[in-house]
Antibody, heavy 123, light 107 residues
Framework: EVRLLESGGGLVQPGGSLRLSCAASGFTFNTYAMSWVRQAPGKGLEWVSGISVTGDNTYFADSVKDRFTISRDHSDNTLYLQMNSLRAEDTAVYYC????????????????WGQGTLVTVSS | EIVLTQSPGTLSLSPGERATLSCRASQRVSSSYLAWYQQKPGQAPRLLIYGTSSRATGIPDRFSGSGSGTDFTLTISRLEPEDFAVYYCQQYGRSPTFGGGTKVEIK
């Protein structure tokens, strides 16, 4: 069974940093690209970042470029999102998601999602 | 960035009725790269349709997708009680974007 479990969310002050983790299990992690998607309270979905199968290529939404970093560790099947210079508008539930098609770095829908971790940016 | 506009914002229907949800793109989207998701309160989104019209694993055939170019549609042929939720369209090119969502509520 495919499982994605996010952790690392919490309350952080504006300008602060946080690192989110997503533990993956139930599939061959090193053959799937991954993404982060967020949802502000009461709002819609916003794609944040993606990472290729090998981790060599990363992609970011303009809203987080130069502030967020995405990475992956194949030794422990974990996806990360390092968030720096956090702003109030970054407050959201952050989901990790798997791209459906093995081997695709992009151009694939998201077939499995974690339950999300809440990040609150407030003083 | 491709902007997706969903309409209507809210659809009030009764169980057994047909639901038709629209998704319009600001520029042409390849039919291979258009998906629909369902989200219920407190839950993660669930993939329903990909490639405009292909149902994801385990999705009942009352859900169908169609469209091309800039106009896409999700149809639920007969609403079941568990179908009342928010639905999002998505284009999944190199920089994916989502529509703002359509809430299907019980009339």
């Amino acid at each position: 069974e495919v499982r994605l479990l996010e952790s690392g969310g919490g309350l952080v002050q504006p300008g602060g940093s946080l690192r989110l983790s997503c533990a993956a299990s139930g599939f061959t992690f090193n053959t799937y690209a991954m993404s982060w998607v967020r949802q502000a309270p009461g709002k819609g979905l916003e794609w944040v970042s993606g990472i290729s199968v090998t981790g060599d290529n990363t992609y970011f939404a303009d809203s987080v470029k130069d502030r967020f970093t995405i990475s992956r560790d194949h030794s422990d099947n974990t996806l990360y999102l390092q968030m720096n210079s956090l702003r109030a508008e970054d407050t959201a539930v952050y989901y990790c998601a798997r791209l459906q098609f093995s081997g695709y770095n992009y151009g694939s829908p998201f077939d499995y999602w974690g339950q999300g971790t809440l990040v609150t940016v407030s003083s | 960035e491709i902007v997706l506009t969903q309409s209507p914002g809210t659809l009030s229907l009764s169980p057994g009725e047909r639901a038709t949800l629209s998704c319009r793109a600001s520029q042409r989207v390849s039919s291979s790269y258009l998906a629909w998701y369902q989200q219920k309160p407190g839950q993660a989104p669930r993939l329903l349709i990909y490639g405009t019209s292909s149902r994801a694993t385990g999705i009942p055939d009352r859900f169908s997708g169609s469209g091309s170019g800039t106009d896409f549609t999700l149809t639920i042929s007969r609403l079941e009680p568990e179908d009342f939720a928010v639905y999002y369209c998505q284009q999944y090119g190199r920089s994916p974007t989502f529509g703002g969502g359509t809430k299907v509520e019980i009339k």
